[in-house]
């Protein structure tokens, strides 16, 4: 029996195994600072056209990002499996695993989240002001009026949310499409991240949020089943919290994470999830980052699952 249908899995492992180890890479080679700096060339011009032509011109960008991102990813794989011949022996399979899981690290990020996370609890702790500040480094909303359980909902939120978009989804599509799905997920998702809002840049971004919505969907939902795997008597009220939230992804794991933890989250004025359970207090945030990494155990397994089974 071949070992071949090994090689994602493994690769994903290394992958995380790097991330855990030695972090992000340097800014000049972290290919989504190069997908940033791509939409930045187009984000200006675009916001000012009027919304049609900035709808049109800004599927017209994704598309183009995305088809480099994957062109560069597959060109970057087939290479790797010339070079090394993953399927002729042991040794070329697992050098393969490991080349490739260094080539899919950057399109994820685990640790920096958490230590990003866990950073806002320790400003916390010195001031209001510095928490406050600690947190705009990770969310959109305007972080000036909120009070310390805000700030703490806030960073909760942060968490679970990146538990998807920064790990199980990007390893969703990697197994689906190897290094080219991931690729092209991470480019969507950091579409989405400078372009999705509805401001000035809404019809200029109204294509990559939809794309980043399509994409994101099931790994959405499995990121929210892995974060109560191990409360699975909650999971049928996952459902009707996820809903409250006007993202129809976003809500699944951050409605996990409150559920899991029993605790208010939410966003002022905006929706509330778990109206019943308690306010984030001070070593909730330590909490939620374990609940987090518990549940990338039945992620991981998973993402693992579906790249072996798609391959035998």
Same mark, same amino acid.
């Given at each position: 029996?071949?070992?071949?249908?090994?090689?994602?899995?493994?690769?994903?492992?290394?992958?995380?195994?790097?991330?855990?180890?030695?972090? %992000?890479?340097?800014?000049?080679?972290?290919?989504?600072?190069?997908?940033?700096?791509?939409?930045?060339?187009?984000?200006?011009?675009?916001?000012?056209?009027?919304?049609? &032509?900035?709808?049109?011109?800004?599927?017209?960008?994704?598309?183009?990002?995305?088809?480099?991102?994957?062109?560069?990813?597959?060109?970057?794989?087939?290479?790797?499996?010339?070079?090394?011949?993953?399927?002729?022996?042991?040794?070329? /399979?697992?050098?393969?695993?490991?080349?490739?899981?260094?080539?899919?690290?950057?399109?994820?990020?685990?640790?920096?989240?958490?230590?990003?996370?866990?950073?806002?609890?320790?400003?916390?702790?010195?001031?209001?002001? %510095?928490?406050?500040?600690?947190?705009?480094?990770?969310?959109?909303?305007?972080?000036?009026?909120? =009070?310390?359980? &805000?700030?703490?909902?806030?960073?909760?939120?942060?968490?679970?949310?990146?538990?998807?978009?920064?790990?199980?989804?990007?390893?969703?599509?990697?197994?689906?499409?190897?290094?080219?799905?991931?690729?092209? #997920?991470?480019?969507?998702?950091?579409?989405?991240?400078? *372009?999705? #809002?509805? =401001?000035?840049? %809404? *019809?200029?971004?109204?294509?990559?949020?939809?794309?980043? =919505?399509? /994409?994101?969907?099931?790994?959405?939902?499995?990121?929210?089943?892995?974060?109560?795997?191990?409360?699975?008597?909650?999971?049928?009220? /996952?459902?009707?919290?996820?809903?409250?939230?006007?993202?129809?992804?976003?809500?699944?794991?951050?409605?996990?994470?409150?559920?899991?933890?029993?605790?208010?989250?939410?966003?002022?004025?905006? #929706?509330?999830?778990?109206?019943?359970?308690?306010?984030?207090?001070?070593?909730?945030?330590?909490?939620?980052?374990?609940?987090?990494?518990?549940?990338?155990?039945?992620?991981?397994?998973?993402?693992?699952?579906?790249?072996?089974?798609?391959?035998?």
């Amino acid at each position: 029996m071949s070992t071949l249908p090994l090689l994602l899995p493994l690769a994903m492992l290394a992958a995380l195994a790097v991330d855990r180890l030695f972090g %992000e890479p340097p800014v000049w080679a972290h290919p989504v600072v190069g997908m940033g700096r791509f939409l930045d060339l187009f984000g200006a011009p675009l916001a000012l056209m009027p919304p049609g &032509q900035a709808f049109a011109g800004g599927a017209l960008v994704w598309l183009l990002g995305a088809l480099l991102s994957a062109a560069l990813a597959l060109t970057l794989e087939i290479l790797l499996m010339q070079a090394l011949q993953p399927w002729a022996s042991a040794a070329g /399979l697992l050098a393969c695993a490991l080349a490739l899981g260094l080539l899919l690290k950057p399109l994820l990020a685990w640790a920096m989240l958490v230590g990003e996370v866990r950073a806002v609890e320790a400003a916390l702790q010195r001031s209001l002001s %510095e928490g406050r500040a600690q947190l705009a480094r990770l969310v959109s909303r305007d972080t000036a009026a909120l =009070d310390a359980t &805000q700030v703490r909902e806030a960073a909760i939120e942060t968490l679970a949310e990146n538990l998807n978009d920064s790990v199980i989804a990007p390893l969703f599509w990697f197994a689906i499409a190897g290094l080219p799905g991931a690729a092209v #997920y991470r480019f969507a998702n950091t579409a989405d991240a400078m *372009w999705g #809002y509805r =401001d000035h840049r %809404e *019809w200029a971004g109204k294509f990559a949020a939809r794309a980043d =919505d399509l /994409l994101s969907w099931l790994p959405a939902r499995l990121s929210a089943l892995a974060l109560l795997a191990a409360r699975p008597a909650l999971l049928p009220r /996952l459902a009707g919290e996820a809903r409250r939230t006007p993202s129809p992804n976003s809500g699944w794991p951050m409605a996990a994470m409150a559920l899991r933890l029993d605790l208010k989250l939410g966003k002022p004025g905006v #929706y509330q999830l778990n109206s019943s359970g308690a306010q984030p207090g001070p070593g909730d945030v330590a909490l939620a980052c374990r609940c987090a990494a518990q549940a990338m155990l039945p992620g991981i397994a998973c993402t693992a699952l579906l790249a072996w089974g798609l391959r035998v």
